[in-house]
């Protein structure tokens, strides 16, 4: 089933906390978008390429190259025409990403009520400011606002690890040798969910 997604933007400080975030200079705002054009591949293009080589584990080994990035999101553009998932974006105050995420609808019949939230992906230079934890709460939100009332997802990063636990995310366990490092070698990943039913109501996305 197509979901239908209007774009939002939600203003966030680039603070996490809450004080630092009435003062900031810097907010970025998170959109939820229906295309990707060449700016946004672009963008997230430099997005993707910049956590591969700072040594994130999302399905690309070394050298991670240009072409490799782009022919990434232009295949998620299909799958956005498509109806099977939703990217989101982090801007900041020059109009530049500096984060992404995506929530995948496309699953089994028998699962009309399930998300996967994938690729969970902020810019180094944009590290410690909230970014990551206005991106979660922003795809929360797309997915209550779609229907979904369950996410999954796995991840390899500690720091991501304890985001989500922080934002309410249930660690299930630990899949070992899931996936190869850069250098070729093994690492492990570990999987968390969310049941939104509990979540306060939210403005729809």
């Given at each position: 089933?197509?979901?239908?997604?209007?774009?939002?933007?939600?203003v966030?400080?680039?603070?996490?906390?809450?004080?630092?975030?009435?003062?900031?200079?810097?907010?970025?705002?998170?959109?939820?978008?229906?295309?990707?054009?060449d700016?946004e591949?672009?963008g997230?293009?430099?997005?993707?390429?910049?956590?591969?080589?700072?040594?994130?584990?999302?399905s690309?080994?070394?050298?991670?190259?240009?072409?490799?990035?782009?022919?990434?999101?232009?295949?998620?553009?299909?799958?956005?025409?498509?109806g099977?998932?939703?990217?989101?974006?982090?801007?900041?105050?020059?109009?530049?990403?500096?984060?992404?995420?995506?929530?995948?609808?496309?699953?089994?019949?028998?699962?009309?009520?399930?998300?996967?939230?994938a690729k969970?992906?902020?810019?180094?230079?944009a590290?410690?400011h909230?970014?990551?934890?206005?991106?979660?709460?922003?795809a929360e939100?797309?997915?209550?606002?779609?229907?979904?009332?369950?996410?999954?997802?796995?991840?390899?990063?500690d720091?991501?690890?304890?985001?989500?636990?922080?934002?309410?995310?249930?660690?299930?366990?630990?899949?070992?040798?899931?996936?190869?490092?850069?250098?070729?070698?093994f690492?492990?990943?570990?999987?968390f969910?969310?049941?939104?039913?509990?979540a306060?109501?939210?403005?729809?996305c």
């Amino acid at each position: 089933m197509r979901q239908r997604i209007s774009s939002t933007i939600v203003v966030i400080a680039s603070s996490p906390s809450r004080a630092a975030q009435m003062n900031s200079p810097n907010p970025v705002q998170v959109r939820c978008l229906e295309t990707l054009g060449d700016r946004e591949i672009q963008g997230l293009s430099d997005v993707l390429t910049d956590c591969v080589e700072g040594g994130a584990s999302v399905s690309f080994m070394s050298p991670m190259t240009r072409a490799k990035a782009e022919a990434f999101w232009r295949s998620a553009s299909a799958s956005m025409a498509r109806g099977e998932r939703v990217v989101l974006v982090a801007e900041d105050a020059a109009g530049a990403i500096v984060g992404t995420v995506q929530v995948i609808w496309a699953q089994p019949e028998n699962q009309p009520h399930r998300g996967e939230l994938a690729k969970m992906l902020v810019h180094r230079r944009a590290r410690r400011h909230g970014v990551g934890a206005a991106l979660l709460a922003a795809a929360e939100q797309c997915a209550l606002s779609a229907g979904r009332t369950l996410l999954v997802l796995d991840t390899a990063s500690d720091d991501a690890e304890r985001l989500y636990a922080r934002q309410g995310w249930q660690r299930v366990g630990v899949i070992p040798d899931y996936a190869l490092l850069l250098d070729g070698g093994f690492c492990a990943t570990t999987l968390f969910f969310k049941d939104l039913r509990g979540a306060p109501p939210r403005a729809p996305c």
